[in-house]
T-cell receptor, first 114, second 114 residues
Framework: EPEVTQTPSHQVTQMGQEVILRCVPISNHLYFYWYRQILGQKVEFLVSFYNNEISEKSEIFDDQFSVERPDGSNFTLKIRSTKLEDSAMYFC????????????FGPGTRLTVT | GNSVTQMEGPVTLSEEAFLTINCTYTATGYPSLFWYVQYPGEGLQLLLKATKADDKGSNKGFEATYRKETTSFHLEKGSVQVSDSAVYFCALMESGGGADGLTFGKGTHLIIQP
């Protein structure tokens, strides 16, 4: 069964450093998402991406964040200058078409900013 | 804006007990509703969904009915197992397709004791 994959599973970085989190969505899906879950809190929507551009973003997704689909398979989230409060689990998700509702989630990347 | 409210956990039950996890929502329009489950150390998995009023979603013995009049989508299971121990998230997505992100509740930690 096809699945969303994410790398790395755990990333440790120092405050102020740039990080790139990588995702490989399910191959025929068209909509891509990033979410984050700070420890003990709810899962929060960050951004959605369709047709090579951002479709929607939350207020969390400020200028420090960017997303990219550099080739036909990868979908990346970049945090330009990490802060302590960026420490969280980051989930990538994908959805096949506008007429389907299911989003399929990857296993997540745990980002720890020290 | 949209919001989802779930009963606070943890919820502790004995094996074979009846389960209800309450979920109510606030949304403009008529959203699609979902239950996701997160097993320890894993990502989010779609458990069931309902896309319009009075729809009943079901999977693995779990059920939830979309109640527009009470803006609710309570999760139920007639006889829980130890393997059902996980965190359960209620979520909504605005209708109309597109690339809207999911709005999640805070999650309910379910513990089933043998």
């Amino acid at each position: 069964e096809p699945e969303v994959t994410q790398t790395p599973s755990h990333q440790v970085t120092q405050m102020g450093q740039e990080v790139i989190l990588r995702c490989v969505p399910i191959s025929n899906h068209l909509y891509f998402y990033w979410y984050r879950q700070i420890l003990g809190q709810k899962v929060e929507f960050l951004v959605s991406f369709y047709n090579n551009e951002i479709s929607e973003k939350s207020e969390i997704f400020d200028d420090q964040f960017s997303v990219e689909r550099p080739d036909g398979s990868n979908f990346t989230l970049k945090i330009r200058s990490t802060k302590l409060e960026d420490s969280a689990m980051y989930f990538c998700a994908s959805r096949s078409t506008a007429n389907t509702y299911e989003q399929y989630f990857g296993p997540g990347t745990r980002l720890t900013v020290t | 804006g949209n919001s989802v409210t779930q009963m606070e956990g943890p919820v502790t039950l004995s094996e074979e007990a009846f389960l209800t996890i309450n979920c109510t929502y606030t949304a403009t329009g008529y959203p699609s509703l979902f239950w996701y489950v997160q097993y320890p150390g894993e990502g989010l998995q779609l458990l069931l969904k309902a896309t319009k009023a009075d729809d009943k979603g079901s999977n693995k013995g779990f059920e939830a009915t979309y109640r527009k009049e009470t803006t609710s989508f309570h999760l139920e299971k007639g006889s829980v197992q130890v393997s059902d121990s996980a965190v359960y998230f209620c979520a909504l997505m605005e209708s109309g397709g597109g690339a809207d992100g999911l709005t999640f509740g805070k999650g309910t930690h379910l513990i089933i004791q043998p």
